[in-house]
């Protein structure tokens, strides 16, 4: 099973916010998407054992969303 994280930036906070519905307590930011892959690694396998009692390799897929503006000069 491949877990789906839901990945979106808040421009308020400016970070990259993650959460998924397949890992239970997963909700984690960070500034940069390689710092909150980093983060990614070191919850999920914590919160599905913590959660699910659920231990091992936990491959995740990333769904991002970032809304920007075009505008011609």
Known sequence: MTI??????DDE???WVAESDDVPGLITEAA???????????LIPEL???N????????FH???ERNAIAQAA
Do not use: D
């Open 4 to 9: 789906e994280v839901n990945v979106f930036w």
């Open 13 to 15: 906070a400016e970070v």
């Open 32 to 42: 940069t998407m390689e710092r909150l892959i980093e983060r990614l690694q070191t």
């Open 48 to 50: 599905m054992e913590l």
């Open 52 to 59: 699910c009692g659920k231990t091992g390799p936990f491959p």
């Open 62 to 64: 990333i769904v991002s």
